[in-house]
């Protein structure tokens, strides 16, 4: 098959952690042909959508981690399937490109996550639709409301709803002298909408990536405990990742959610748990696939490129 990854710049990806990297060197290990498009090359001409696309040679090596052909343009249909890989923000310009894939798709291209299902799911709001797995949790602009559910809970956590990676999170207690700096900031002064939700104490056991390719739950979490003095167990906020397997709650989440989320089309879903609670879904370009295989041998990236050579 001709696989396209459409991602950030190459140079700016890390390959000792990077999961589409990890799944590009596992279709070329399945004999595929691995592309690569940055989101600024797309285009939509004439209604046909097409790209500038790079052929990668994959290597092992860390620091010299491919090969680039000559670049070439091609339909995206002209692919055999397409991830998109692109990181949030999840702005006006990732809203374009899911506009743009989606002319692909009615062009006949395999284009995953599918670019509706995306541009229909909010990361942070998606969770609220399982409001049996989730902790307290409310999504407002009025200052007086993010006012009242801090004084209800007392200890919460504030997030905008377009971040990745922890950035933007604040944990809020009710008598945090910068509480109304944080809310105004956050909140850009009552001009944008974000989610507040009732502080998890379990946070210190690590915040869990649960992945979830084609419908199918991953046997194992990668706990991502954070760092002394932190909030946040993010990984790019210096968590340290454990693999685990997953709890009887952890399955159960998983379990509920990978069939709804696997028949809109998200065939690479990750779910954030923290203790006994859902916070995220992760869909623009989930990640943890290498630091799961590397400490259990459970080969995520792999389990992709097959479920690729089926759908
Ligand atoms: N309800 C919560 N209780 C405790 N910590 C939380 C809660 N929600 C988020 N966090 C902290 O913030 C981090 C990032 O939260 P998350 O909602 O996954 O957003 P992001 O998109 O930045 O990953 C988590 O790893 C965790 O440390
Ligand atoms: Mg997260």
Redesign the pocket.
């Known amino acids: 098959m001709k696989i396209a990854f459409i991602v950030d710049p190459l140079e700016g990806l890390k390959p000792y952690k990077d999961s589409s990297i990890a799944m590009m060197r596992a279709a070329q290990a399945r004999g595929h042909q691995v592309f690569a498009i940055l989101r600024k090359d797309l285009r939509l001409r004439d209604g046909v959508v097409s790209a500038r696309a790079v052929p990668l040679t994959l290597s092992a090596d860390n620091h010299d981690w491919y090969a680039a052909g000559a670049p070439g343009d091609f339909a995206l249909s002209a692919f055999d399937t397409v991830l998109m890989r692109q990181d949030p923000p999840f702005d006006f310009e990732y809203i374009t490109a899911t506009w743009l894939l989606e002319r692909a798709k009615a062009q006949g291209a395999k284009i995953w996550n599918d670019p509706r299902a995306v541009r229909d799911h909010s990361?942070?709001i998606a969770i609220t639709e399982f409001s049996q797995f989730t902790?307290p949790t409310l999504v407002a602009r009025a200052t007086e409301d993010i006012d009242a559910f801090i004084d209800e809970f007392g200890d919460v956590?504030l997030?905008p709803l377009d971040?990745?990676?922890?950035?933007g999170?604040f944990r809020v207690r009710r008598d945090d002298p910068n509480r109304n700096s944080i809310i105004e900031m956050l909140g850009q002064l009552g001009s944008q909408t974000v989610m507040a939700?009732?502080?998890?104490p379990a946070?210190s056991a690590g915040?869990k990536r649960i992945l979830i390719i084609g419908g199918e739950v991953m046997p194992y979490s990668l706990a991502?405990i954070?760092k002394a003095g932190e909030?946040?167990?993010?990984l790019a906020a210096g968590g340290r990742g454990v693999a685990q397997a997953l709890s009887p709650r952890d399955r159960e989440i998983a379990e509920t959610l990978a069939p709804i989320l696997w028949a809109r089309g998200l065939l690479i879903v990750g779910l954030?748990v923290?203790g006994d609670y859902l916070?995220?879904i992760n869909v623009t370009s989930p990640t943890c696939m290498v630091e799961i295989e590397a400490q259990t041998g459970c080969t995520v990236a792999t389990t992709v490129i097959k479920m690729l050579e089926q759908v």
Do not use: L, V
């Not at 971040?163 to 950035?167: A, I, P």
């Not at 909030?231 to 993010?234: K, T």
């Open positions: 990361e942070k902790a956590i997030k971040g990745m990676g922890g950035s999170i939700q009732r502080y998890i946070i915040d991502r954070p909030s946040r167990g993010n954030d923290i916070t995220e």
